[in-house]
């Protein structure tokens, strides 16, 4: 393969929620639809179909002002069990081509296809080959971004869509970056952009002009990232064992709660499926921290950092209930949410504390641990086949649906720093 040819694809699925609920249910083609909460709460839409969205209805908009702006919107709750089983399809269909696959989220991914021509052809026959395949396996949607480098593929990918396809040689990188809002570059988020208008910056090729070291001197070491993206210069390559930094779960009350017992029955749902997603996934995690939102919008966290990294549920409650006791029950929460960060993989070694660590507890904990671990695959492999909501906490019988599924919680996804458009 040419040196200067394509080789990088970035295959980002069209409305993925939306598109997997008009594909499991026809009837609900071609309306203005919406994924996420109810608009008589507060829920928060994930993803908006393109139907809706000529209305202006995007993601993270509150639904009721989605529902404001387009009479007939049509809300479904997001139900992350099916997304994820179509993510491990389109995950599937990429590996098929190539091992460098470097997931961003559910539905998209960079993927590197240096050395694959003599079997697939070129970058650019690949990336059709992918498209009909994932629309032949799944009956989803792609569009696809073929270019020199990450950020100008990933660029690629968005400026088609829906059911995109863009290819950039190295030679057309600055007739197409030029052009655009300075916002397009990955690393400029709303104040950055702000800053950079206020010196005169509105497009890259503004930034693109300005000296380097003048960039710098402005916004450090942001500043030589952002200016080299302007150049389209990007060194990053497809890393398919990219580390997942953390893995969350929040929920917006419909009503502020003040009740501790509802509270602590909400971070048990929550503690009981990162705990099935770590495992899944293959990892572990040693930090937990508990997120609390006010009636007023003031928003804390508190912190605990484990001896030993976990993947079990028993264990990641124990955690956010002693958390939960550290925030102040005087005024009622609008918002609870829990994250494990400090993943690591499963196999990798634990080191042994020296000192701090009493070992009689040490002892009891590894015995109650070891009977969890013992149980864990037989319960997962239940839910895997049968449902999230087939094995559940006796304390959590009675009181709805798991969380995932009411329309309210965020999807327990790994934050690998670039957002996707679902």
């Known amino acids: 393969m040419d040196a200067e040819a394509p080789r990088i694809l970035h295959v980002d699925m069209d409305a ?29 839409v994930s993803s908006a179909s393109y139907a809706a969205r000529e209305f202006g209805v995007h993601n993270a908009m509150p639904t009721a002002q989605a529902a404001r702006l387009c009479p007939g919107l049509v809300v479904v709750a997001p139900d992350f ?35 694959c021509e003599r079997l697939f052809g070129d970058a650019v026959e ?33 400026l088609d869509k829906p059911d995109g396809f863009r290819v950039i ?63 389209g210069i ?30 602590r029955r909400r971070l048990l749902e929550f503690a009981e499926e990162l705990a099935y997603r770590l495992r899944d996934a293959g990892l572990r995690g040693r930090t937990v921290t508990l997120k609390a939102r006010f009636w007023n919008f003031k928003t804390i966290t508190r912190t605990h950092t484990l001896d030993f990294p976990t993947s079990l549920g028993p264990r990641l409650y124990a955690t956010a ?16 949410g829990l994250q494990v960060s400090g993943l690591q993989d499963v196999h990798t070694p634990l080191q042994n504390e020296l000192f701090g660590v009493d070992a009689g507890a040490r002892q009891a904990g590894d015995a ?33 649906a798991s969380v995932g599924r009411d329309g309210a919680a965020e999807a327990p996804r790994p934050e690998l720093g670039e957002a996707s458009g679902a």
Do not use: C
């Not at 939960?324 to 929460?333: D, F, I, W």
């Open 16 to 44: 993925f929620y939306a598109s997997v609920e008009e594909r499991d249910d026809p009837s609900l083609a071609g309306k203005p639809l919406v994924v996420g909460g109810p608009a008589e709460g507060r829920g928060v």
């Open 81 to 115: 069990e099916r997304y994820t089983a179509a993510s491990r399809e389109i995950m599937q269909v990429f590996r098929s081509y190539t091992p460098l696959v470097e997931p961003l989220s559910l539905d998209e991914a960079f993927l590197d296809v240096t050395g």
């Open 126 to 158: 690949i990336g059709r080959a992918i498209k009909r395949d994932i629309l032949k396996r799944t009956g989803l949607v792609a569009s696809v971004g073929v270019a020199p480098s990450k950020f100008v593929a990933k660029l690629a990918s968005d």
């Open 169 to 231: 040689q190295a030679d057309e990188v600055r007739e197409v970056l030029d052009p655009l809002p300075v916002r397009k570059i990955f690393g400029v988020g709303e104040r950055t952009a702000k800053r950079l208008e206020r010196l005169g910056v509105h497009t890259v090729r503004d930034l693109a002009d300005r000296d380097r070291d003048e960039v710098l001197r402005e916004f450090g070491a942001t500043g030589a990232w952002i200016h080299d993206l302007a150049h």
């Open 234 to 263: 990007d060194p990053r390559r497809v890393n398919p064992r990219r580390e997942e930094r953390s893995i969350s779960m929040e929920r917006t009350f419909p009503e502020d709660v003040r009740d501790r017992e509802e509270l």
């Open 321 to 336: 209930r002693e958390l939960l006791g550290r925030v102040p029950a005087t005024e009622p929460l609008r918002l609870i």
């Open 368 to 400: 109650r641990d070891e009977r969890l671990r013992k149980a864990a695959p037989a319960l997962d492999e239940l839910r895997r086949k049968y449902g999230r909501d087939t094995v559940r906490p006796a304390s959590l019988l009675g009181h709805g």
